[in-house]
């Protein structure tokens, strides 16, 4: 039987889960996720070598929750590194980085009681498909610490975050100055290109190109990355399906508010108010019924 692949294009997508572990969390290539770190930090600290660490932790009991990351990472100074790609918006995002970070902080505490509080560095990175407020402007990199909130001096240096907001970054080929900005153009952009840009001619850039390519995948890893590729899709579906129901929902109250506001402020019979509001009679003669009982 021969095994139908999904269409796709000449790359992987990076931003479906295969495709973010493949580029990022391959032991033999990390030299691809070290240079994107030394990009982001930009000479805030310079990471020479990284050890891909497991990615579940469990607490101190067997009713604690467990931590489960998309990567994590060590690098040659022990600092430590958490990766993260989030597809959708969530309620309580902010608090799971919070946790995250504290339980790799809390897995540094020696057994026994004596503790010289000397602790490495943590840093949480997240890759966001979704914007973290409505109204945040065009800033599409956070960059997170403890602070004091009237000296605006950093409190506490060994712990820090870095949201990427994703959809805001929306830079063209010619905007872009800086080698942090090829790298975020390639995650949005690497699905959609049929080969390696010129501004991209550089040997990192080109390894990633290289291990990206569909045709070097082998027959499980292809597969592995269709079933990827079709639950982001089946995602996305299903984001825009409850987007178009809320919209109509919106809607449809707005109408019934429109029709209301008709009945208590016109002489406007029901079929002119239906015909206003766009909607049926039998709507009208309802809502006008559930006023009546309200007074």
């Known amino acids: 039987m021969t095994q139908s692949f999904l269409p796709t294009g000449r790359f992987i997508d990076p931003l479906t889960d295969f495709g973010f572990k493949r580029l990022f969390g391959s032991e033999p290539n990390k030299e691809i996720l070290i240079d994107f770190l030394n990009q982001l930090f930009q000479g805030q600290k310079v990471v020479l ?5 497991p990615t579940e932790f469990y607490g101190n009991n067997e009713d604690s929750k467990r931590a489960i990351f998309d990567l994590l990472c060590t690098g040659d100074n022990g600092e430590q590194f958490i990766v993260e ?15 995250y970070t504290s339980r790799l902080i809390s897995e540094q505490l020696p057994k026994g009681n004596k503790w010289g509080y000397k602790l490495k560095e943590v840093y949480l990175i997240a890759f966001l498909e979704f914007t973290l407020e409505e109204n945040s402007g065009e800033q599409y990199l956070h960059d997170l610490c403890i602070m004091d909130k009237v000296t605006k001096k950093i409190f506490y240096d060994k712990l820090e975050y870095k949201f990427i907001e994703l959809p805001k970054f929306t830079k063209t080929e010619t905007e872009l100055t800086k080698d942090l900005d090829r790298w975020l153009f390639l995650l949005k952009n690497l699905v959609k290109m049929d080969k390696i840009p010129v501004f991209m001619r550089k040997s990192v850039f080109e390894k990633v190109f290289k291990i990206a390519e569909l045709n070097n995948l082998n027959k499980e890893e292809r597969m ?35 029709v209301k506001n008709l009945l208590t402020n016109t002489d406007f019979n029901t079929s002119k108010i239906a015909m206003l509001a766009e909607v049926n009679e039998e709507l009208v003669l309802g809502i006008q019924q559930q006023l009546k009982e309200s007074k």
């Open 49 to 53: 070598d990284l050890t891909y660490n």
């Open 85 to 99: 790609m989030q597809r959708g918006r969530q309620d309580y995002f902010k608090e799971r980085a919070i946790f």
């Open 224 to 258: 592995s990355y269709d079933s990827s590729l079709k639950a982001k899709w089946d995602y996305e579906n299903v984001l825009d399906y409850a987007v178009r129901n809320a919209d109509e929902k919106a809607r449809e109250e707005s109408k019934i508010e429109f």
